[in-house]
Structures are given as structure tokens and as C-alpha cells.
């Protein structure tokens, strides 16, 4: 497969010249299939009025499902004229987004306090009842956020808390440190579960579960490790099952994918794809390369549901783990859509390059655009958008099936730490070395939607809730913001 050369410039300008009054337009589905007849539409018309003649077209009646429009692969943001330079006979496609709408946060509503450290992560639990955070002071924190008070504090590191993550039932809380200790916790209380941990010679990088479609139990996660290693532990025993070795140096970030693969990011400049299921735990399938600097950041276009588990937006109740389970698998499967994961990674080499890892050993794309090292990656929950966040103070928005460039968001004043998603994939949210928290939408990416101040310091953590109703920001000065 040939690699694509993909080039981010921060120059493009948009022609507003209009070419004529009319264009002649084919509808048509994101598979490929005609709807309706071909139709003269005014230049002028913008996407919520195509929009309603997509639902008129398939007839959606009192059922008005909204959508993301394009020709080729610019999508249409304001109208026809500005997005088409030439009159010529056009094909629209339409792509259904979410049915619900993810209001922007505009103020920050309460203040946590009680770290005495630095916040490094904070992370709302799946079904978005509960925030964990976790940083320089050693501990494990957990908010209740109908209340955004406290609930329980987990002690037991010694050292910084470096990494964290949530099984994706919510059952089971996972945290690292710099001395390479592992710690379970019940949210639920806030004691920890079991003994410490222990296997990696130096401090973890990166946590990732299997996801819930694969196993119902939850029980297996993985850990990376400066020392070069990957492990693979049980949760339930406490006890790791595999170790995976051959990269040369740390890795710095892993992904547990939902086709029984484990991906790996390294300081050595390689990605390596791992069998997990079977008589195969452990086994390398393939590396990939082409980074020439080491490897800071990995995203799934997978990574929401693997993340969320069978909690969407309205975070329902389950009768049995079965359900749970077969709720995962759904929402997987909607945003596979019958295609390969796809992966996109990001370097200290300034670029990033776009993968189908179950496929290939080869790059679908290299993608240019950045000036600075590339240190966060995030995909927008349906898979259909990734941002890229830099220390060059911007973020780049790409188009997750192509690796296209789409825009770049310009005002952070210092390194972009952090980016993520409202769970409408409408909205990204992102923390900065500039202390500020910044709000942005995708139909309108030139300028920031709402500045949040009020950190003292350094933002490096986010997160955005489930039911899209808060963001949370851990920082250097110790608090959590919370923002509604």
C-alpha cells in the first residue's frame, strides 16, 4: 500500500467567490449509495438546510437525524459556496452524527481541593458517576460528581502516581508510580484491592484493559514500563500472566484494541502489534516503523468505546454482565463499521503517521504539519475525527478515515498538553502549558469557543464526562477545576 504524504499548512485561505446561483447535486451515504434523484440546490444553501433535505430524502419524518455533510472529503461547514470553487455537477455525502447534542462548558463550577502535589490524571469512571485523579502527592483520589466532593482517598504509593485507568465495567480502579508499583482500588470504597503489584524494574508509563466485548469479566489489563517491558496481569489474582518483551528502551504508551491485539509505542521509534487472546498472549505479530524520533502517543479509533464500555450517553442500568457485554459489542461494531482499527501515532520527530496495524506493517499515512514534538493523540468517540496536540501550541484536527488535514486550532500561548472529545464529537476540549483550558467546536475550528482560566499553573490533565454534561482539569497548582 503506497504511503500518503498528508501536509497540515496553516495557511489555507477560503474563496468566497460564488461561481453561480445553482448547483446540480447527487446525494448519496457514506457507503456509497445514491439517494434520491439529482437535484438543483441553490450555492447558497447551507448545511442545515442539506440537512433537511437528507431527511426529506430518506424520509426520516418526526425522526430528524442530524448530519455531517461533504464533497470529496471537505466537509461542508457553513455552505456550498464557500466550500466549492468551481460549478460543477456535485456529489454530497452524508455521514449520521450523534442524536444528541453536547452543550459547550463555559464557566468552571466548583474547585477540588485536596492534593497536595500536582494533579497528573484525572478520569472520569464510564458511567460518569464518579472522577478519579491521581499525581505527585502519591495518592488516589475519588469525586462524586452529582456533589464534586470527596469521597475516598486511596494511600499506599510511595512515589509519584503516574498513570491510571478504569476497567471498563467501573468496577476496578488501576494506578502506577515512578517506582513501578501497581495498585488496585474499589471505587466504590477506596480501598485497595489486593497486594501491590510489582515486576517492572523502573517507573509505568501506560495502563490499558481489555475491552469489555471480548471479555466480559474485565479482568486482564496491561502495563508498559520505562524498563522496555510490557506486562500482562490478571486482576482478579493479582498475579501477571505474560511479559512482553523486545523493544530496546522505554515504552512510553500501550492500546489494548478490541481485534485481540495489544499495540505498543517505544522510545526505540518502533510500534509493535501483539497477539492477547489464545495460546498466543504475548506473541509479536508485527512492528512498524518509520518514526525517526521516539514515539510519545497512540490513539484507537476505537479507544471511547473500549474506554466506556456498554456506557453511552445516557449511561442505562444492566441486568447481567452478558448484556453489558452485548451492549460493548454494538457500540464497537457502529464505529468499526466493517473496517480495520486504525491507529495514529505521534513523535518528538514532529509528525505523525496513520495505520491500519491488523493489517499492515506499512503506514497508510505520514502526516506533516506540526513544529514541535507531537505529545497527546485523541479520536473523537464515533472514529470519524483524531486531534493531535503539540508542543509547537497547537492542535491539528484530522479526518479518521483518511489521515486527511482538516484545520488547526491556534491560541494556546504554550505547549498543548492534553485534547479530548465531547462525547457528541462535536467539541474538543484542551489544557495547556498557558494554564488556561480552551473549548472549541468542529464546524467552527478558528478560533476558540470559551477560554477557561482560573489554574495557577500548568494544565496537564482533562477529561470530558460521558454524558457530556462537565470537563474536568487537573493542574501544577495542586486543584481540580470542574467545568459546566
Not at 474485565?218 to 482478579?236: M, P, Q, Y
Request: hydrophobic share 30%.
Amino acid at each position: 500500500m503506497k504511503t500518503e504524504d498528508c501536509n497540515a499548512s496553516d495557511n489555507e485561505e477560503d474563496s468566497d467567490d460564488e461561481t453561480g446561483t445553482s448547483a446540480i447535486a447527487q446525494f448519496q451515504s457514506e457507503d456509497g449509495t445514491n439517494v434520491g434523484p439529482q437535484l438543483e440546490i441553490p450555492m447558497s444553501s447551507n448545511v442545515r438546510q442539506m440537512e433537511e433535505l437528507v431527511n426529506e430524502l430518506l424520509q426520516n419524518g418526526k425522526n430528524r437525524v442530524p448530519y455531517s455533510l461533504f464533497i470529496g472529503e471537505t466537509e461542508v461547514t457553513t455552505s456550498l459556496k464557500s466550500t466549492v470553487e468551481e460549478l460543477t455537477a456535485l456529489t454530497i455525502t452524508f455521514q449520521p452524527l450523534a442524536a444528541f447534542r453536547v452543550r459547550p462548558v463555559t464557566r468552571c463550577s466548583d474547585t477540588l481541593q485536596g492534593h497536595s502535589e500536582a494533579i497528573l490524571h484525572v478520569s472520569f469512571s464510564p458511567d460518569g458517576k464518579r472522577l478519579a485523579s491521581g499525581g505527585g502527592d502519591a495518592t488516589v483520589r475519588f469525586w462524586d460528581t452529582n456533589t464534586c466532593m470527596p469521597k475516598h482517598t486511596g494511600r499506599g504509593h510511595k512515589n509519584h502516581v503516574l498513570c491510571t485507568a478504569w476497567s471498563p465495567d467501573g468496577t476496578r480502579f488501576a494506578s502506577a508510580d515512578r517506582n513501578g508499583e501497581i495498585r488496585l482500588w474499589d471505587p466504590l470504597t477506596g480501598k485497595q484491592i489486593g497486594q501491590p503489584m510489582k515486576g517492572h524494574k523502573q517507573w509505568v508509563n501506560s495502563l490499558t484493559w481489555e475491552p469489555m466485548h471480548r471479555n466480559a469479566t474485565c479482568e486482564r489489563f496491561a502495563s508498559s514500563s520505562k524498563d522496555g517491558s510490557i506486562k500482562v496481569w490478571n486482576a482478579r489474582t493479582g498475579r501477571s500472566i505474560a511479559s512482553l518483551s523486545g523493544h530496546t528502551d522505554s515504552v512510553e504508551c500501550i492500546k489494548w484494541g478490541g481485534e485481540g491485539l495489544l499495540y505498543s509505542a517505544s522510545r526505540d521509534r518502533t510500534i509493535k502489534v501483539w497477539a492477547m487472546e489464545g495460546e498466543h498472549v504475548g506473541k509479536l505479530v508485527r512492528t512498524l516503523t518509520g518514526h525517526g524520533h521516539r514515539i510519545n502517543t497512540l490513539a484507537l479509533n476505537v479507544d471511547y468505546v473500549c474506554r466506556s464500555g456498554p456506557f453511552g450517553h445516557n449511561s442505562k442500568s444492566f441486568a447481567s454482565r452478558e448484556e453489558m457485554q452485548q451492549a460493548t459489542l454494538k457500540r464497537y461494531q457502529e464505529v468499526r463499521k466493517g473496517q480495520p482499527e486504525r491507529l495514529v501515532s505521534g513523535s518528538d520527530d514532529f509528525t505523525l503517521f496513520f495505520w491500519e496495524p491488523s493489517e499492515s506493517k506499512k503506514p497508510l499515512a505520514r502526516l506533516t504539519g506540526h513544529q514541535q514534538p507531537v505529545n497527546h493523540l485523541s479520536f473523537s468517540p464515533d472514529g470519524r475525527y483524531f486531534a493531535s496536540a503539540s508542543f509547537d501550541k497547537k492542535v491539528k484536527i484530522w479526518n479518521g478515515q483518511t489521515g486527511k488535514f482538516i484545520a488547526t486550532l491556534t491560541g494556546h500561548v504554550g505547549a498543548v498538553y492534553q485534547v479530548c472529545w465531547s462525547s457528541d464529537a462535536r467539541l474538543i476540549v484542551t489544557a495547556s502549558k498557558d494554564s488556561t483550558v480552551k473549548v472549541w467546536e468542529l464546524s467552527e475550528p478558528k478560533n476558540a469557543k470559551t477560554t477557561l482560566s482560573g489554574h495557577a499553573d500548568e494544565v496537564y490533565a482533562l477529561d470530558w464526562s460521558p454524558n457530556g454534561d462537565m470537563v474536568a482539569s487537573g493542574s501544577k497548582d495542586r486543584t481540580i477545576k470542574m467545568y459546566h
